[in-house]
């Protein structure tokens, strides 16, 4: 099996003007990327880290990420990607915990100067002996840094094999401080022959990927999955759905890759109807739970099909659904467990329920990953005792291998002692008519323990109350338990560096008014 690296080569030599990527105005063909990651590779290996030391890469989404985690590659060092959208607790969480000994960003952080921060940072312990900026010499096809040859030589016995660890990614971050997953370059290119199967991916496909790049989703979707079909990708330094439509229309994208949010916020722009969308045909989408009646609304007004994989940053996928797959089976279930991923149900003592139909989901098979980076107490967590890969969620497996998720185990609302689905709740609210996104969380309560409140964002021009809503939701039959006895009305939820709603700010944003309420 190559690498990413030896396949990046390959195309430089066979197509070398051919497009790798495409940001706004810039474009990247396949010699670039080959001789900027080359160049890089030149420029760490000049500052004498061993191999397999960990390198921080801030970086926002563009070709200029994805080739310096060609570099660090080529280099053997490996990448410790960091969402572009992480706060500074996770930024100063993630280099400590992987140890990284040098820190690529570009010069200016949240509007602070960069080498500022990496001061402040070395004064709190950080080993940081290294920083290197990347700025816009990159995308205008100059030399990464000063001083680096056009064509240097580099040691390729340095380079990863595609069995090494050669990234550590994050955990999304909506419960807390994010863990470190390990990564290899099989374990994707696994995943990769699952994708082209399920939607018949090929070299004359043109994907846009809108997730942040370090996260799995992202990994796939931009960094492996185009570089070994030899097909462009489109990738947003920042996005919006409108930004995100006109690409879309003006590269001709035949897959896209988003997450239910933006393909949500896709649906609720107003330039949707006047865009020419027939080059799509494709959309894989996750991350978060996939809401059926949008997802057929998506269908409807794009004329693609919509797909997922279902899983996580560590264990990979655990089932999937695929072209050939029924709408019903596409869009109301996470689709087919995954043959060689061996997928059991347990319960919370770890026992195997797979019988009964209803369980935690376990893996063991060729997409997981390594586990959580030197954390041993969290890869204890992550394993059932005799060492299946657990997702944290609650999910239903039919006897046709379907599975279905009903929420997460860390997301019930525990409302008088009955487990309610935040899940359930947020599917229910998204019918009202003026509701784009939702989240549900818990509200404290002194006589329930929990209560279910609503974060809510309205399309424009409407407005929503809570009778209102419970009114709607009571007419639809929903359950009592899961109508909203709170409801918030925001601008925007709030997102985690992975683009998923950070549901933690919400709890805390809750619990923080509950609180002030109960002042005298």
């Known amino acids: 099996m190559k690498s990413l690296a030896l396949v990046i080569a390959g195309h430089a030599a066979t197509r070398p003007e051919a497009a790798?990527?495409?940001?706004?105005?810039?474009?990247?063909?396949?010699?670039?990327?080959?001789?900027?990651s080359t160049?890089?590779?030149?420029?760490?290996?000049?500052?004498?880290?061993?191999?397999?030391?960990?390198?921080?890469?801030?970086?926002?989404?563009?070709?200029?990420?994805?080739?310096?985690?060609?570099?660090?590659?080529?280099?053997?060092?490996?990448?410790?990607?960091?969402g572009p959208r992480a706060g500074l607790v996770e930024l100063e969480h993630l280099l400590r915990k992987s140890g990284a000994r040098a820190l690529i960003s570009e010069a200016r952080y949240r509007d602070e100067d960069t080498a500022r921060l990496v001061a402040?940072?070395?004064?709190?312990?950080?080993?940081?002996?290294?920083?290197?900026?990347?700025?816009?010499?990159?995308?205008?096809?100059?030399?990464?840094?000063?001083?680096v040859p056009g064509s240097p030589e580099i040691d390729a016995a340095r380079a990863f094999a595609a069995d090494e660890l050669f990234l550590l990614n994050s955990t999304s971050g909506t419960t807390g401080l994010p863990k470190c997953v390990t990564q290899d370059q099989r374990r994707w290119n696994h995943f990769h022959e699952l994708a082209v199967d399920a939607a018949d991916l090929s070299e004359g496909d043109v994907f846009m990927s809108v997730i942040p790049a370090p996260f799995g989703f992202?990994?796939?979707?931009?960094?492996v999955t185009p570089t070994l079909l030899g097909a462009p990708v489109v990738v947003m330094p920042r996005f919006d759905a409108e930004g995100m439509l006109d690409a879309i229309e003006r590269h001709r994208v035949s897959v896209l890759a988003a997450v239910?949010?933006?393909?949500?916020?896709?649906?609720?722009?107003?330039?949707?109807?006047?865009?020419?969308?027939?080059?799509?045909?494709?959309?894989?989408?996750?991350?978060?739970?996939?809401?059926?009646?949008?997802?057929?609304?998506?269908?409807?007004?794009?004329?693609?099909?919509?797909?997922?994989?279902?899983?996580?940053?560590?264990?990979?996928?655990?089932?999937?659904?695929?072209?050939?797959?029924?709408q019903a089976v596409r869009l109301a279930s996470a689709g087919r467990a995954i043959e060689s991923m061996r997928v059991r149900l347990f319960d919370d003592a770890g026992n195997d329920v797979t019988a009964s139909g209803r369980g935690q989901p376990g893996c063991r098979?060729?997409?997981?990953?390594?586990?959580?980076?030197?954390?041993?107490?969290?890869?204890a967590a992550l394993h059932t005792p005799d060492g299946w890969m657990l997702t944290g969620d609650i999910a239903r497996l039919d006897g046709d291998g379907v599975l279905t998720?009903?929420?997460?185990?860390?997301?019930?609302?525990?409302?008088?002692?009955?487990?309610?689905?935040?899940?359930?709740?947020?599917?229910?609210?998204?019918?009202?008519?003026?509701?784009?996104?939702?989240?549900?969380?818990?509200?404290?309560?002194?006589?329930?323990?929990?209560?279910?409140?609503?974060?809510?964002?309205?399309?424009?021009?409407?407005?929503?109350?809570?009778?209102?809503?419970?009114?709607?939701?009571?007419?639809?039959?929903?359950?009592?338990?899961?109508?909203?006895?709170?409801?918030?009305?925001?601008?925007?939820?709030?997102?985690?560096?992975?683009?998923?709603?950070?549901?933690?700010?919400?709890?805390?944003?809750?619990?923080?008014?509950?609180?002030?309420?109960?002042?005298?």
């Open 365 to 379: 098979g060729p997409l997981t990953s390594r586990g959580y980076f030197e954390d041993d107490a969290a890869n």
């Open 260 to 326: 239910t949010t933006q393909f949500i916020m896709m649906l609720e722009s107003r330039d949707l109807a006047s865009r020419d969308l027939s080059s799509l045909r494709v959309l894989f989408t996750g991350g978060e739970a996939v809401p059926e009646r949008r997802a057929a609304e998506f269908e409807d007004r794009t004329g693609a099909r919509v797909l997922q994989f279902y899983g996580s940053n560590e264990t990979g996928a655990l089932s999937r659904t695929t072209l050939r797959d029924s």
């Open 20 to 36: 790798a990527f495409f940001a706004g105005a810039t474009r990247m063909s396949w010699a670039e990327y080959d001789a900027r």
């Open 39 to 82: 160049r890089l590779a030149a420029r760490l290996l000049d500052l004498g880290l061993p191999r397999g030391e960990r390198v921080g890469v801030l970086l926002p989404d563009g070709p200029e990420v994805h080739a310096v985690w060609v570099g660090c590659e080529k280099a053997g060092l490996v990448v410790m990607g960091i």
């Open 120 to 147: 402040r940072l070395r004064e709190r312990g950080l080993p940081l002996d290294h920083h290197l900026v990347v700025d816009a010499g990159l995308a205008e096809g100059d030399a990464i840094f000063a001083g």
């Open 218 to 223: 992202g990994i796939w979707t931009a960094h």
């Open 405 to 520: 998720v009903i929420g997460r185990s860390a997301d019930f609302i525990i409302r008088g002692g009955k487990n309610v689905s935040a899940r359930a709740v947020e599917d229910a609210v998204a019918t009202h008519p003026s509701v784009a996104l939702s989240a549900a969380v818990a509200m404290p309560d002194p006589v329930f323990g929990e209560r279910v409140c609503v974060y809510v964002e309205v399309r424009p021009g409407e407005s929503l109350d809570l009778p209102g809503l419970v009114s709607h939701l009571a007419s639809r039959g929903v359950s009592k338990e899961t109508l909203p006895e709170r409801l918030v009305v925001v601008d925007a939820l709030p997102r985690s560096s992975g683009g998923k709603v950070a549901k933690q700010a919400l709890r805390d944003d809750i619990a923080r008014r509950v609180s002030e309420e109960g002042r005298p």
